[in-house]
């Protein structure tokens, strides 16, 4: 029998019920990580001035479970939260998805969750990749602006590079970061994704990875540093010209314009 784990903060209501905050799921959450979230998330729904309080769940579970273990828990965790309804309505977040929230519909009624999947008659917002979306909107954003703030001293010596000299090193190559370097060759086609992370290491290559087909890896295996290694790298040796480490952190000792931090990893001075 799985042992279930977790915590839910609802932070403010002031704005209105319910509260509204994603689940994570992770092995090392923490009460304090979600009370910082759940307080982030009033003062985001506040600044859009919408009805909505504040809140965030988590639950404590290692991330190699299988997926009908990862159902259960789910499915027990939202029987959990149940009695909680009308204060807190969770949606996806680092470690679970839009499937998920379909799971805590069906045990708690359709207006338990938000992102419910397309045949829920939710949106698709996983496959679409919007939070990545907003990622790269804000790095195009930054580019045009950061001429303007030469004025600074901080800034008076950046070298800021047109759009198609542009190189990303992208930490946690997951929902947010393998949808980002997509919509960022979309959008950007000369754009280079040069570094990748995620559990299993990191890859690097100056000349730019191989966008397309690590997304696809991806979409079918979750994971795609090692595999890719192994597939591609391994056989060619030290000539191929794409470097990989297991050690997935060393990803931010390697050179990039941008670094989008697409993990739920505490960098220097907590940015993550």
């Not at 191989?210 to 597939?231: C, Q, Y």
């Amino acid at each position: 029998q799985l042992e279930i784990g977790g915590y839910l903060v609802v932070d403010n209501l002031s704005m209105g019920r319910p509260s509204m905050g994603g689940i994570r799921m992770l092995p090392d959450i923490t009460p304090a990580d979600i009370h910082n979230l759940a307080r982030g998330m009033t003062l985001k729904n506040a600044a859009a001035n919408l009805p909505y309080g504040g809140g965030k769940s988590g639950i404590v579970a290692e991330r190699t479970i299988s997926h009908e273990e990862h159902d259960k828990v789910v499915r027990g965790f939202a029987r959990l939260i149940r009695q909680y309804k009308d204060i807190y309505v969770p949606g996806p977040d680092v470690g679970t998805k839009d499937a998920d929230m379909k799971l805590i519909a069906i045990e708690n009624g359709l207006d338990s969750a938000v992102s419910k999947p397309a045949d829920m008659g939710g949106n698709r917002i996983d496959e679409l990749g919007a939070a990545a979306g907003g990622v790269v909107i804000a790095l195009q954003t930054l580019l045009k602006i950061l001429p303007r703030l030469r004025v600074l001293p901080q800034f008076a010596n950046l070298e800021i590079p047109e759009e198609n000299n542009l190189t990303v090193i992208i930490q946690g190559f997951g929902a947010v970061g393998a949808h980002a370097s997509r919509i960022l060759k979309e959008r950007i086609s000369e754009a280079k994704v040069i570094g990748i992370s995620d559990l299993e290491g990191y890859l690097y290559n100056e000349n730019g990875l191989p966008i397309e087909e690590l997304f696809s890896l991806w979409k079918n295996l979750g994971l795609v540093t090692n595999t890719h290694f192994k597939d591609k790298i391994a056989p060619e040796g030290y000539k191929h010209p794409t470097k990989f480490s297991t050690n997935a952190n060393n990803l931010l000792l390697e050179n990039a314009f941008c670094m989008v931090p697409a993990a739920p990893i505490f960098n220097y001075l907590g940015v993550r």
